[in-house]
């Protein structure tokens, strides 16, 4: 299996930019399509973006398009959100997620998830 451990969340102001990392250990990391998830509380976790093991696909969710970047090293065994103009309703804790299939991480399921690292955008 893989184990996940995120870093980078925190307090911003709103407009600012944040950077999520996720390294991962275990089993062969290039193996696996990785994602970002974020939930809060009396909520369900959703899913924010996804990238092929490759590099070469990415997804999505609308309301983070154009603001949110996700990429890879797969030397470093990394995971990265780059987070740009973010908005209060963005605040959530940050799940980074890992799944052998990229469809799979996509529609919102994960085999392998990491403990979570807050991100709280103030207005």
């Known amino acids: 299996q893989i184990q996940l451990v995120e870093s980078g969340g925190g307090l911003v102001q709103a407009g600012g930019s944040q950077r999520l990392s996720c390294a991962a250990s275990?089993?062969?990391?290039?193996?696996?399509?990785m994602g970002w998830f974020r939930q809060v509380p009396g909520k369900e976790r959703e899913f924010v973006a996804a990238?092929?093991?490759?590099?070469?696909?990415?997804a999505y969710t609308d309301s983070v398009k154009g603001r949110f970047t996700i990429s890879r090293d797969n030397a470093k065994n990394t995971v990265s959100l780059q987070m740009n103009d973010l908005k209060p309703e963005d605040t959530a804790v940050y799940y980074c997620?890992?799944?052998?299939?990229?469809?799979?991480?996509?529609?919102?399921?994960?085999?392998?998830w990491g403990q979570g690292t807050q991100v709280t955008v103030s207005s």
């Open positions: 275990g089993r062969t990391f290039s193996r696996y399509s």
């Open positions: 997620a890992a799944d052998s299939d990229y469809a799979t991480i996509v529609s919102g399921k994960y085999a392998y």
């Open positions: 990238i092929s093991w490759a590099g070469s696909g990415k």
